[in-house]
């Protein structure tokens, strides 16, 4: 399939209400916060500062640094394998700034009260500017890659979505939670002179557009009826596991990065496979996951983690206890995570889908 272009059709279910009343309330302030940081991504970066040779992101937190396929190519094929890992990434993110300008789009529609569609408002002007600075920098970067099959699903769902709360959901609280967590790690991993000028601010703006997300769904999530409640916990599960990964490896457009890089797919490809597979031999110290850091804390936040879901986390390696709230990355190999997958299968279930 063409991923270069794709239509999806989209039934918003509008709200207009005159209540122009603005309460003072967190979002008002937010909105607020929001008009007075806005930036040019044309005249606030100076973009004659970019340096082409330079190293794109610190490898060093990069788990692809932690492997020995990797740790085994010549010094030459390595840089330049990391160099499109940082293309690809950076790819995703353009893409992914694409979807939440629609997304957000629809949000001024969907949303019922005037303060959330004025933060969905200048929620649209940031995320144009985060495309346009992306864009500007990938194409300084030579060339970028398509979008990847999961966020393409995770996007066409979220935009055909009719209710504002899954969209918010699938939005504002995982994807711009993953972006939070890339960013934030961006600030630190960044080299790259130019990168490092606008890396810290899309943090902020993206900051605030999580904010949006989990003050808006803190007051929503408690009013919904049980089935839709549910509907929404499974939604935020699968969303989770498309993104981590840990359930199903996806490595579909990443193929391209390495042949980018000159590597012979066919030899080196088996070996990836047998230690994403085998996982015990990776060094995960220092390693940030935006999936532990952000994105599940903020789902637990807004209560859409239940009971019901802990032993399918626990098989992807998420160890969550909803009493104290405290979330531990045992990652997959753990025994009670082999454990959980075992009892997930024995009841016809599976890390994918454990309901
Ligand atoms: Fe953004
Ligand atoms: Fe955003």
């Known amino acids: 399939m063409d991923s270069s272009r794709f239509d999806t059709d989209a039934l ?29 991504a044309e005249l606030d970066v100076d973009w004659k500062q970019f340096a082409p040779d330079a190293q794109i992101l610190d490898p060093k937190r990069d788990i692809l640094s932690r492997l020995g396929c990797v740790r085994e190519l010549p010094d030459g094929t390595r840089r330049k394998l990391y160099r499109e890992a940082a293309i690809f990434t950076l790819s995703q993110v353009l893409h992914g700034e694409q979807a939440a300008l629609m997304t957000c789009g629809q949000l001024v529609n969907a949303v019922p009260d005037v303060e959330g569609k004025f933060s969905a408002a200048v929620q649209v002007m940031d995320e144009a500017r985060h495309i346009e600075v992306f864009a500007r920098y990938l194409a300084l970067l030579g060339h970028y890659y398509p979008i990847d099959p999961d966020l393409q699903a995770i996007v066409q769902q979220l935009l055909s979505e009719r209710d504002w709360e899954a969209k918010c959901v699938g939005m504002q609280v995982i994807l711009e939670s993953v972006a939070l967590g890339f960013f934030r790690l961006g600030v630190e991993m960044s080299e790259e002179p130019v990168l ?8 902020e703006d993206e900051s605030r557009h999580v904010a949006y997300g ?26 989770v596991c498309r993104i981590a990964g840990r359930a ?8 391209r990065a390495l042949q980018a890089a000159g590597i012979d797919a066919a030899s080196f490809f088996p070996k990836l496979i047998a230690e994403f597979s085998n996982p015990e031999g990776i060094d995960f110290t220092g390693l940030a996951d935006p999936i532990v850091d952000t994105v599940i804390p903020n789902l637990i936040r807004v209560g859409l983690v239940p009971e019901r879901h802990l032993r399918g986390y626990l098989a992807q390696g998420f160890r969550i206890d909803l009493a104290s ?7 997959t190999f753990h025994p009670d995570a082999r454990k959980a997958r075992a009892e997930l299968e024995a009841q016809g279930q599976s890390a994918s889908r454990p309901w």
């Open 12 to 40: 918003v279910r509008s709200v207009f209400h005159d209540d122009y009343g603005l309460e003072a309330s967190k979002l008002e302030a937010l909105y607020s916060k929001s008009k007075r940081h806005q930036w040019n």
């Open 196 to 203: 490092r000028q606008f890396i810290g601010r899309v943090h």
């Open 214 to 239: 989990v003050l808006t769904l803190e007051e929503r999530i408690p009013q919904l009826d049980e089935s839709t409640r549910e509907r929404l916990e499974n939604f935020a599960y699968d969303a």
């Open 248 to 255: 199903r490896p996806s490595f579909t457009t990443q193929m």
């Open 325 to 331: 709230g405290v979330l531990e990355d045992v990652h």
